[in-house]
């Protein structure tokens, strides 16, 4: 069925390559190996060292995002006091797309030495921590009461329940949490890389390839080269997520 759903795709590239500026499929495989190989004039990078870059961003901001969204999100399931605290917050942050925050990070940081990495960062740092509060959060919320029920009456403590019911029963949760927002987090970096001058990375090197005469040949491979490493971001965590619950 891959293989089908592959020379299906490649054909209907054909035809739109037929009646639009859009190059045939060989002709930008070609281009993104020379991109990989000898990079571009222009900006003087490969395209793996623009990926290495947005890459980069992502797995920093996604994992501080990550650090404070878990255990948020465990803690608001499981207590009801850190609940009716937090998620009224969240569900009015939680709307607002990162994007629209980029004017205003760019405020907030603008005494800082570099204002556009760090603005960038905070950008996939909110597009990553958002899903992952809420679906850990739901995930904890969840958990069976006739389990808490049944430790209670093993007069276990509350941290012993938290430990050993809660958070095994939020685990599910907690991968499928990481996994949505490490995609949002990589949306987020590629269109904040278009909006300021991050002199590097996908988002970057597409709009730049747009500015200096519409190169559509390099668009397509940084856009082919954003799709494929989330593609492999998402088949990691799903490899991930059967070795950690292979009962699923």
Not at 79 to 85: A, T
Not at 143 to 156: N, Q, S
């Amino acid at each position: 069925m891959r293989v089908a759903s592959l020379a299906i795709s490649l054909a209907l590239w054909y035809l739109v390559s037929l009646f639009t500026e859009i190059p045939p499929p060989h002709d930008v495989f070609y281009k993104f190996l020379l991109l990989i190989i000898y990079g571009e004039p222009v900006l003087g990078r490969t395209l793996i060292q623009h990926a290495e870059a947005s890459l980069f961003r992502v797995l920093i901001a996604s994992s501080v995002a990550f650090a404070l969204a878990i255990p948020l999100g465990i803690l608001a399931g499981w207590s009801k006091r850190v609940r009716e605290i937090l998620i009224p917050i969240v569900e009015v942050l939680r709307p607002i797309p990162p994007l629209a925050w980029i004017p205003l990070a760019y405020i907030l940081f603008a005494n800082l030495p570099d204002t556009v990495q760090v603005s960038q960062l905070y950008i996939v740092f909110v597009g990553a921590f958002f899903p992952c509060l809420v679906t850990v959060f739901d995930s904890a919320k969840n958990t069976p009461e006739e389990l808490i029920e049944m430790a209670k009456v093993y007069r276990a403590k509350d941290w012993m329940i938290l430990r050993h019911v809660v958070i095994p029963h939020s685990l599910q949760g907690i991968l499928t949490g990481v996994r949505v927002g490490l995609g949002v987090g990589w949306m987020s970096i590629i269109a904040a890389e278009m909006i300021a001058s991050s002199r590097e990375g996908l988002g970057y090197f597409i709009l730049t390839m747009y500015e200096v005469g519409g190169r559509v040949s390099e668009i397509v491979c940084g856009i082919a080269m954003i799709g494929l490493i989330g593609y492999l971001m998402n088949f990691v965590f799903i490899k991930l997520e059967r070795v950690l619950m292979p009962w699923r």
